[in-house]
């Protein structure tokens, strides 16, 4: 059984968390409109002869910000990537300090680093209106480079509303 699934709500993850899935359900469809456009590219490239570079970079924004909005949902429902060999044989409690230490020393921190130096990494690109450097490529870059400020702030949120959640357990709730 997941950690998530038995550990207590706090106010805080009431009042992110059910955000973060509703963004997470919402952000599926992205996948469908990056699955057509990868079908019309390839219609277009092999049947009409006529690649058009705007639908490969649509492709990598649509992925790029499914992915970066994602990261939340996924960490917030307790649905990304462990060593699930070791991990499932550890009792709740050592899966709670793992989470809870992995949060607090690698998760937050990373969080912040990215949020300090992806602030002028954007503002850059917005004051030189920065371009797509592909004959024919999409403009406004600073608008997918923002997108890297919005998935690290929202993977920051669901961070905090776990990392609450785990406190409560480890600390203040009877377990």
Known sequence: MPVDDQLPATD????????????????SWIWVCLIFVIVLNVLLRYVFSEGRIELEEIQWHLYSTGFMLGLSYAFQADAHIRVDVLHERFSLELKAWIDLYGIVLFVLPFTLLMLIYGIPFVV?????????????GLELRWLIKSVLLLGFSLLGLAAISRL???????FSHAR
Do not use: C, H
């Open 164 to 170: 609450t959640r785990l406190w409560s357990f480890l």
């Open 12 to 27: 805080v993850s009431r009042a992110i968390d059910p955000w973060l899935q509703r963004l997470g359900n919402g952000m």
């Open 124 to 136: 850059d690109s917005y004051e030189t209106k920065e371009v797509s450097p592909s004959p024919g």
